[in-house]
């Protein structure tokens, strides 16, 4: 799971390898995580650097190799594109596009949504129902009830 405030759950005085390290002790070689963390964009000496002096991406970045490293069934995510530039987000696009789990997506961002979502899910009065149109009926939708 990715929240929001996924730095919450950093030890920012760690590096991203030793974050990893920290989650995944029994795993050996290291090698392996810091190829992983690599191809979130996080290698060289930037795996080496303390969480405190990164910035709020690359904080995004060694959460996501911490949560895909199980290679898990479902992601859920929750405002992903949070602290991420367009290229970064771009990138997340991608990577999510090839993923062969289920994605739960909670995100104010219509590109990424768009770009990113197939099926589009209302919560309302506790009950979560699918939506049959895309995020423009939505829109519209919401707008007309509002009145504007």
């Given at each position: 799971?990715?929240?929001?405030?996924?730095?919450?759950?950093?030890?920012?005085?760690?590096?991203?390898?030793?974050?990893?390290?920290?989650?995944?002790?029994?795993?050996?070689?290291?090698?392996?995580?810091?190829?992983?963390?690599?191809?979130?964009?996080?290698?060289?000496?930037?795996?080496?650097?303390?969480?405190?002096?990164?910035?709020?991406?690359?904080?995004?970045?060694?959460?996501?190799?911490?949560?895909?490293?199980?290679?898990?069934?479902?992601?859920?995510?929750?405002?992903?594109?949070?602290?991420?530039?367009?290229?970064?987000?771009?990138?997340?696009?991608?990577?999510?596009?090839?993923?062969?789990?289920?994605?739960?997506v909670v995100s104010h961002?219509?590109?990424?949504?768009?770009?990113?979502?197939?099926?589009?899910?209302?919560?309302?009065?506790?009950?979560?129902?699918?939506?049959?149109?895309?995020?423009?009926?939505?829109?519209?939708?919401?707008?007309?009830?509002?009145?504007?």
């Amino acid at each position: 799971m990715f929240t929001q405030h996924h730095t919450d759950s950093l030890d920012l005085k760690l590096t991203a390898l030793e974050q990893m390290i920290a989650k995944f002790p029994e795993f050996k070689p290291v090698e392996a995580l810091r190829a992983h963390l690599g191809s979130f964009g996080m290698s060289g000496q930037l795996a080496l650097r303390p969480m405190y002096l990164l910035s709020g991406g690359q904080k995004s970045r060694v959460s996501f190799a911490i949560i895909t490293w199980e290679r898990p069934h479902v992601l859920m995510l929750d405002e992903p594109t949070n602290h991420l530039d367009y290229d970064a987000i771009n990138a997340l696009i991608v990577g999510l596009n090839n993923y062969q789990g289920g994605l739960v997506v909670v995100s104010h961002d219509e590109y990424f949504l768009n770009a990113l979502c197939d099926k589009l899910y209302l919560v309302q009065d506790g009950k979560c129902k699918h939506y049959k149109g895309d995020l423009q009926d939505y829109r519209k939708l919401v707008t007309k009830e509002l009145g504007y």
